[in-house]
Nanobody, 124 residues
Framework: QVQVEESGGGLVQAGGSLRLSCAAS????????MAWFRQAPGAEREFVAA????????YYAESVKGRFTISRGSAENTVYLQMNSLKPEDTAVYYC?????????????????WGQGTQVTVSS
């Protein structure tokens, strides 16, 4: 059984930084793409960033480009999201997702496995 677990959320002031971590377990994730999505109150879940293990390609939503960085750990089943220059509009529950497709996608339907989410709150 595959499990995906996020950590690192919390409360931060605008302009501050947070680093989210995600670890997946239960199978080999060597060819997996891992991604971050987020859902703000009253809004639909939206894509944030993705990273493919093969080729180490990355892809970002325009709203976070230049502020957020997604990276994979030395272990193939870990992924991080470094969030800098945070804004109140970044407040959301952040979800880690994984897919056994080697391609990168911003469509949540392309991801097989999901974590429970971690809350990020940015105060103004």
């Amino acid at each position: 059984q595959v499990q995906v677990e996020e950590s690192g959320g919390g409360l931060v002031q605008a302009g501050g930084s947070l680093r989210l971590s995600c670890a997946a377990s239960g199978r080999t994730f060597g060819s997996y793409t891992m991604a971050w999505f987020r859902q703000a109150p009253g809004a639909e879940r939206e894509f944030v960033a993705a990273n493919s293990w093969i080729g180490r390609r990355t892809y970002y939503a325009e709203s976070v480009k230049g502020r957020f960085t997604i990276s994979r750990g030395s272990a193939e089943n870990t992924v991080y999201l470094q969030m800098n220059s945070l804004k109140p509009e970044d407040t959301a529950v952040y979800y880690c997702a994984a897919t056994n497709s080697g391609s990168i996608s911003a469509d949540e339907r392309g991801y097989n496995y999901w974590g429970q989410g971690t809350q990020v709150t940015v105060s103004s």
